[in-house]
């Protein structure tokens, strides 16, 4: 039976997979090779790397790794033997292998690497992104880009904002949190990422929520959701107040848990406040209490809950009940 070559000499795959074989044998990079895809792969990924100011080392461990993987060892060296079907049938193997390896290692080089956008420090920090969406970070909040490109717009959310996001049909947005993802067209909405729960309040348009076991909600202006404990919640009325009163440097308290309280002001001052003295912790309080100043603020919620907190350390509190 006559063996036929698989590819001919002249095969732009074969020759293609023989200039990558030559160029990792040699060590001299991919920039030599003067295709057209690996030129445009080759400019995207220095496009790309040149956003990004410093790799860890962890990376350039993992690189290394990658490339000694793929690299041929001496053994299994495929090199030119003495018959043409036998030379053909190596290259043809080769031209699979080497352009599969290629195309891995290139897109392994290229995962999305967060890019830090805006990082608030003690006080609100407000920031315009490129499709000119405005982001509102509450204090020690933190908005990184994860993609930006013709079909869609993903940011990761660590913290708290308020987002206004500029309509365009064709390019959804999406906030993604350590536990769930926001997915809209154009809306507005804060998003809160504190500790495990991720809670999503809807002002204007329309969200859809969905955790990390591919369960969503869609959610109507006013409503809001969360996910706790890896568990979507329904979406139910709510008071915007409850969500934006932040942005006004106060906190509008409308029979809430003295823990959630506490619990908020530690995220929003980076603070620990100890409240171990107090007798019920599940009180609920009314009220408004200004952000100006921790000092401030502690002060004003002193009064409410019949005590004063002392500072015991740096940045650190203790409830003192006074009777």
């Known amino acids: 039976m006559e063996t036929k070559d ?8 074969l020759l293609l997979a023989k200039q990558l074989d030559s160029a990792l044998q040699s060590g001299e990079g991919f920039s030599s090779i003067q295709d057209p895809l ?16 410093t790799l860890t080392s962890e990376s350039s461990e993992m690189w290394d790794k990658v490339f000694s993987e793929t690299k041929p060892q001496k053994k299994a060296r495929i090199t030119s033997l003495s018959t043409r079907k036998t030379n053909t049938w190596a290259w043809a193997t080769a031209a699979t292998v080497l352009l599969a390896a290629f195309l891995g290692i290139f897109w392994f080089t290229n995962l999305e690497n967060p890019v830090l956008v805006a990082q608030s420090g003690n006080a609100i920090e407000s920031v315009i992104l490129a ?12 908005l990184y880009e994860i993609e930006l490109s013709d079909s869609k717009r993903s940011y990761e959310l660590e913290g708290e904002a308020f987002f206004v996001v ?14 769930g993802i926001v997915t809209v067209l154009g809306t507005q909405f804060n998003l809160s990422t504190w500790g495990n729960e991720t809670k999503l309040f809807l002002e204007e348009g329309s969200v859809r929520l969905s955790d990390l076991h591919q369960n969503s909600i869609v959610l ?9 404990q890896n568990l979507l919640s329904n979406a139910s009325p709510a008071d915007a107040e409850e969500f934006k009163d932040w942005l006004n440097d106060e906190i509008v308290l409308n029979s809430t848990p003295v823990s959630q309280v506490i619990n908020e002001l530690e995220h929003h001052f980076k603070a620990t406040i100890d409240i171990s003295g107090m007798q019920n912790t599940s009180e609920l309080i009314s009220g408004t209490i200004a952000l100006d100043e921790l000092s401030t ?5 002193g009064v409410i809950l019949g005590g004063t907190f002392r500072e015991v350390n740096s940045n650190s509190f203790t409830f003192i009940p006074l009777n």
Not at 6 to 13: A, H, M, V
Not at 38 to 53: G, P, R, T, V, W
């Open 6 to 13: 698989l590819l001919p000499e002249n095969d732009q795959d």
């Open 38 to 53: 690996i030129q445009s792969l080759l400019a995207y990924q220095n496009k790309e790397h040149a956003q990004i100011d």
């Open 131 to 142: 499709d000119g969406s405005q982001v509102s970070l509450r204090p020690y909040s933190s």
């Open 166 to 179: 500029s309509k365009d049909a064709n390019k959804p947005f999406s906030v993604a949190s350590d536990n």
């Open 220 to 228: 109507k202006p006013g409503e809001k959701a969360t996910i706790s």
């Open 297 to 301: 603020t502690l002060n004003d919620l």
